[in-house]
């Protein structure tokens, strides 16, 4: 091919630097090239054009035809399918066809400028048969999409609300065991302690020595009665016998009052063995398996796991668009192409005054709702603005809809070094997905009602509302529920229940908001599962504290007569002695009065 | 197999060609570039011209392809690295936003990390690679050459139809 036949070293000078010969070649490989490239153009395009979708949006974007004549400036494509980047057998929207009129010169610089799409027969929230989701299950790894994903998922979880621990089964008691209650040992420990009193006090009163007081009394006041006035003898003994009886009175009355103190002891134990059955009631309550209603929000437990979802999908959203199209003129990453070597990362250097890497300067939308009822509800939307480099373009994307039902805008501005992002949509009169409800096995369909949502994310600081609002609500409920005692309980207090009214809000900096749920069956819930089960609740405590008062009352009864015997006899027995002791006293005064005529002697 | 034994002739033909060892390391050197960049790129469409516009040996330049492919793929992650930090160097950032904003440069896809790394490494590599290549291939004749052209082995792989192909492009 050189033609060099020559000794190398004489040769060197005189080879060719050029195949003259392979010019040909070279001119028909690119003739097949360019016959390629005509063939095969759309095709490529479309491959690339669904490539590069999925890859930004995280699900799949498939495109049916894709059509390009950049002679006229047009790409058309027919039957674009977007995949939910959240939910597997749904599609985010489907478009029968998009006409894009493309300038063709920043092409050559790589740049996609369109001026203006026109996108007919958009449908949304279409069933698809294959899982069209990619980076929801790419777990957080690839690209920007995934990493979002992940991010937001995440986020969504820190949301860890409580939920209504409401039991399947029937209400039961664990059986009761005798040991664990608290009276039996108390009324056993108080009746010991009775019987310690008694046999103390008893002692104490034989320690008084009564007897002999009472008898010396006896024989003095005999002899005084014989006695004359003048018999100072007697006089004395007389005396002295009051004073020995005052004295015996004084060790009653001690004795008295060591019994009433010993008395209110016991009485104090009988009332502690009242508290002991009420802590047995508690206990053996506590054995009961009853539906807790100790939820801090009732609304929360039951709908914010639900209330999230909308949030965390606006945010996915919101948040992608800040990584496509962040503020600023920094270079910024992106993931490369994908291909069998590694992708790497292409830069982009936003240059000021020049054209952003990808701008859209108009769409127009039109779609229809219940394509095929009898009225079509048609609907009409824009969008303006979109870019790769706002800063570049100098105003916020903004999108709008409106339609007889509804009434959509949102405007990402992401011109300035804080990003600002504003959604708000009302959709009413549709089909609101049915969903199952947390903590219960309810299903809540809400059938026909409206949708609100309020979104704000002003640099990291989120303000979002999300609203419900039916007046349809239709319930049901699996079969193993329907056939527990608490199911037919729950069911009872939730079925009459045909409004909904649900709303969410979130607000604060966005790494850590607050979450508020609030619903109109919050209340009628919690009222309505607190009547419903207040008689089971009442007749299951009722039957527990049975269960209580047949092991302990008999006990307590035992323990508060010998407490009671105990105080009766012992207040007997000092009242007996004192009346002996002041009889005694009483008639010795009286003889010594008539014995001295009233005179008192020294 | 075709692809091992399409390899080994390639390498006995480009190392008994006519073609001096210079044209064969030159042919070898643009070959390492298509296999060290991702091939789907402008500047290959330029290196594949080349090794046909230029009289150096196609057949190295296919035995370099083949020969680096495999490295490319296993240092496509130094290239990642040396991309990033070229395309993200404070002092380059001019260049590289004229470059990203003057037309055609940027379907270069010169801003992708692996591409500009890979490029730049092959460039650089060009050089020891073309002189290693040229010194080796002329002690390779100067010893074992002769006998490996009258070694039976030899005369097998070069007797297959696809030795025939080959020699539509020797230089």
Redesign the interface.
Known sequence: ??G??EP?AGS?SR?????WK??G??LV?LVIGVVLWWIFADTIARHQSEQVGTQILGAKVEIQRLHLDLRHGKVMLYGLTVASPHEALRNLMQADELVADVDVLPL????LVINRIAANGLRFGTARETDGRVAAKSDGGDGIAGRVMAETREWANQFKVPALQLATGKISIDSLDPRRLSTLPAAEALGARADSSRKAWQTSFEGLQLGPTIDSANATLEKLKHARATDIAALNEGRQAITRLKRAGDRVTALERNVKTGVAGLQSGLAGLDSAKRRDYAFARSLLKLPSLDAPSVGSALFAPGAIRPFERVLYYAQLARRYMPPGLL?RAAT??Q?V???????????EK?LPAFLLRSAELSFLLHPNSEQPQRYAGHLTGLTSDPALYGRPTSLGATGPLLAAGAMLNHVREIPVDTAGATLGGIRLPAFDVPGVPLHLDPGSGTTQLGFNLNGDTIHARFVIRSSNVTWARDSGFANSQIGGLIWSAISGISNLDLEARISGALHNPDLAVRSNLDQAIATRLRAVLGAQVAAAEKQVHDRVDALVNQRIAAARTQVTQIETQAQAQIAQQRGKLDELQKQLEQRLREMTGGIRLP | MFAIIKLIQSLFGALHSEGTPGQLAAGIVLGSFLGLTPLINIHNAVILAALILLNVSFAGGMLGWALFVPIGFLLDPLFDWIGHHLLLAESLRGFWTSAYNTPIVPLTNFNNTVVLGSLVFAILFAVPLFFATRLGVVRYRATIGERVRQSKFYKTVMASKAYNVYKMFRP
């Open positions: 091919m050189n060099s036949r190398e060197r080879i060719k630097i050029f195949r392979a010019v070649p070279l490989l050559t610089e790589k740049k270079p490369g192409p291909r070597r590694r992708a790497g990362e292409d830069i982009r250097f936003p240059k020049a």
